[in-house]
T-cell receptor, first 114, second 116 residues
């Protein structure tokens, strides 16, 4: 089975520009999560989709971040406008059920804002 | 206060030896889960092992075992017979409550380097 895939693997943009990250979860996984790790900090939860619905978006840092999951398949995370502190690695993960079902992570997108 | 603490930022281990990675956690929930993930230099996060708060036995998965001491709120990962491919970053993470889905809180990670 194909794993969680993320595009692009790297992105370098200037402050003020817009970037859109994409995540394709494992087929059949209703739960999709976004996490990020900024330099020197822990990996932090951003939000959780169940199918196309946002279940929990308490970790979204501010309204410059917009996540969508139209049709309950792939998800996008848009940062507009990007700021320097948005630099980091953005991970997408999916799981089939809650509880003990582990998260399956993608390889992450490394975002650098200059 | 930190919910997940990994006190070892980095460590060396000799090939074929065992290594213990420390993880302590802080929660007031009775129901929670603890996870360990491995992140090699290639960047992907690989699930290793899971321990539920109500599990009476320590979890084991091949060469990985979790030393779960509930009263001390610790969930140390033990890797037996280390291999060169075990060199990676290791993250401990916690899910609090069943309703949290997989909203995990991560520790800062421990970088392990296995020496031949």
């Amino acid at each position: 089975e194909a794993g969680v895939t993320q595009f692009p693997s790297h992105s370098v943009i200037e402050k003020g520009q817009t970037v859109t990250l994409r995540c394709d979860p494992i087929s059949g996984h209703d739960n999709l999560y976004w996490y990020r790790r900024v330099m020197g900090k822990e990996i932090k939860f951003l939000l959780h989709f169940v199918k196309e619905s946002k279940q929990d978006e308490s970790g979204m840092p501010n309204n410059r971040f917009l996540a969508e999951r139209t049709g309950g398949t792939y998800s996008t995370l848009k940062v507009q406008p990007a700021e320097l502190e948005d630099s980091g690695v953005y991970f997408c993960a999916s799981s089939q059920e809650r509880g003990s079902s582990p998260l399956h992570f993608g390889n992450g997108t490394r975002l650098t804002v200059t | 206060a930190q919910k997940i603490t990994q006190t070892q930022p980095g460590m060396f281990v000799q090939e074929k030896e065992a290594v213990t990675l420390d993880c302590t956690y802080d929660t007031s929930d009775q129901s929670y889960g603890l996870f360990w993930y491995k992140q090699p230099s290639s960047g992907e996060m690989i699930f290793l092992i899971y321990q539920g708060s109500y599990d009476e036995q320590n979890a084991t998965e091949g060469r990985y075992s979790l030393n779960f001491q509930k009263a001390r709120k610790s969930a140390n990962l033990v890797i037996s017979a280390s291999q060169l491919g075990d060199s990676a970053m290791y993250f401990c993470a916690m899910r609090e409550g069943w309703a949290a889905g997989n909203k995990l809180t991560f520790g800062g990670g421990t970088r392990v380097l296995v020496k031949p």
